[in-house]
């Protein structure tokens, strides 16, 4: 072996640990950014879920007025199609929406006591949106909204769950439902909300809320009506 052939292969050896290091250090990250089971909400009953139908997928802020605005004409759909159509919300907190993040928490929390109640709870925030917004929550505390949206909370599940929507808010595993959520929706390049993916492909962006009539042009060649 000449001498320049071992550095040569020492640089090799160097090289190869190195690509062992940063392997098993992205296989460690990948391990924590994967969630025990798949992001989001099912709408309707979850024996009703099925893969085999069209997929809507909606990346929904519960405090976003634009989300708002486009579960109407949504929900319209989905009750026109019935089981061909499922449909799966993941919450999307924006970061300038103040309340966003704890609201979109709420609802992990909510979904983990009774998953019935958790559309309850986001059409609750729909209906009531203006008093989470920026401005009208900037003379609160964090712990003030905190406290509001527990007990606001616990009114989609029942007053004996209180203690649990509360503690909820101090348990790790909701925080980090909730910023898998985040990070699913950024994966998949959401950019705001509210944004949709129809079996697993961009809904046409129009700009504005997709009414019920576009649901009708998207959907109905898919099933053959
Ligand atoms: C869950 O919520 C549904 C709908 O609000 C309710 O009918 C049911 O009794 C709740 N289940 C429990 C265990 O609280
Ligand atoms: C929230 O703020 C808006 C102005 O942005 C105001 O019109 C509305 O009455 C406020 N609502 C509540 C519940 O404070
Ligand atoms: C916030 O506090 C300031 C000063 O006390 C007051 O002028 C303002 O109206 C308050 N805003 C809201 C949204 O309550």
Redo the contacts with the bound molecule.
């Keep these: 072996m000449q001498p320049q052939d071992s550095s040569i292969l020492s640089l090799l050896m160097a090289y190869l640990f190195l690509l062992l290091l940063l392997n098993q250090q992205t296989g460690v990250q990948a391990q924590g950014l994967i969630p025990d089971n798949f992001d989001g909400f099912v709408y309707g009953k979850k024996s009703g879920f099925n893969p085999e139908t069209v997929m809507i997928e909606a990346f929904f802020d519960p405090v976003c007025p634009d989300t708002r605005d486009s579960w109407a004409p949504l929900k319209q759909a989905l009750k026109f199609y019935g089981p061909r159509v499922s449909l799966i919300v993941h919450p999307f907190a924006l970061p300038y929406h103040d309340n966003a993040f704890v609201s979109s928490r709420a609802l992990h929390i909510v979904n983990d006591l ?1 998953s ?2 958790t559309y ?1 709870l986001l059409e609750m925030f729909f209906e009531n949106q203006e008093k989470f917004y920026n401005i009208n929550t900037s003379n609160l505390t964090r712990t003030a909204i905190v406290n509001y949206i527990i007990d606001f909370a616990t009114q989609a ?2 007053r004996t769950y209180y203690s649990a929507v509360k503690s909820g808010f101090s348990n790790r595993q909701s925080d980090l439902k909730t910023r898998a959520s985040f990070k699913y929706g950024c994966s998949r390049g959401v950019l705001g909300t509210p944004q949709f993916f129809v079996n697993g492909f961009p809904a046409p962006d129009v700009g504005s809320a997709i009414d019920y009539d576009l649901w009708r042009k998207i959907i109905d060649p898919l099933i053959g009506f």
Aim: proline share 0%; charged share 0%; net charge neutral.
């Design positions: 009774n019935s109640a309850t599940v029942g």
